[in-house]
T-cell receptor, first 116, second 114 residues
Framework: AQTVTQSQPEMSVQEAETVTLSCTYD???????LFWYKQPPSRQMILVIR??????QNATENRFSVNFQKAAKSFSLKISDSQLGDTAMYFC?????????????FGTGTRLKVLA | GAGVSQSPSNKVTEKGKDVELRCDPI?????LYWYRQSLGQGLEFLIY????????KSGLPSDRFSAERTGGSVSTLTIQRTQQEDSAVYLC????????????FGSGTRLTVV
């Protein structure tokens, strides 16, 4: 069975600084997808970035980028130039490719606070 | 609609009562999911609907939980004889058939059982 681990329950960062959130996962699959979701106080989960396991190039979306290490089963999220609006819970999620049910396995989340 | 709509936003109910939670997915999205988010925990898969296929109910925690999706659109999650451990945020999400680009989530229903 797949598992996703986020070992940092809480983190804080000064505005405009860079922060990295860690995520590790365990799977025997070769094809899968990894995601980072942001959950602000509004509760709605917002997709931040996704990575396809067969791609070696790390995904980037503006200030957000990932460090995907497939052999180490690591998928960390780097937020550059942190903004107050980045304050939220961040969840790492694993999705198996071509499964009958495309369900996520989520980590327990990291609460990020950006300080002014 | 423009997004996934869930109602009610918050629900307080007495232990032993039945509750219904509603999800209105994005028009045209064939896949619909329910997840449960308990305090301090990640999201737990409950049930998945895809088009006219039989739903995947493998995540439902007990037979007190059931869900249906009518006409391939609106879904209702029903919890019978609620217990205090059912208190959580229930999130609904929808996606097109090709889901590897991620889902669109609603804002959830916070259920409190007193």
């Amino acid at each position: 069975a797949q598992t996703v681990t986020q070992s940092q329950p809480e983190m804080s960062v000064q505005e405009a600084e860079t922060v990295t959130l860690s995520c590790t996962y365990d799977t025997s699959e070769n094809n899968y997808y990894l995601f980072w979701y942001k959950q602000p106080p509004s509760r709605q989960m917002i997709l931040v970035i996704r990575q396809e396991a067969y791609k070696q190039q790390n995904a980037t979306e503006n200030r957000f980028s990932v460090n995907f290490q497939k052999a180490a089963k690591s998928f960390s999220l780097k937020i550059s130039d942190s903004q107050l609006g980045d304050t939220a819970m961040y969840f790492c999620a694993f999705m198996k490719h071509a499964s009958g049910t495309y369900k996520y396995i989520f980590g327990t989340g990291t609460r990020l606070k950006v300080l002014a | 609609g423009a997004g996934v709509s869930q109602s009610p936003s918050n629900k307080v109910t007495e232990k032993g009562k039945d509750v219904e939670l509603r999800c209105d997915p994005i028009s045209g999205h064939t896949a619909l999911y329910w997840y449960r988010q308990s305090l301090g925990q990640g999201l737990e898969f409950l049930i998945y609907f895809q088009g006219n296929s039989a739903p995947d109910k493998s995540g439902l925690p007990s037979d007190r939980f059931s869900a249906e999706r009518t006409g391939g659109s609106v879904s209702t999650l029903t919890i019978q004889r609620t217990q205090q451990e059912d208190s959580a945020v229930y999130l609904c999400a929808s996606s097109p058939r090709t889901v590897n680009y991620g889902y669109t989530f609603g804002s959830g229903t916070r259920l409190t059982v007193v």
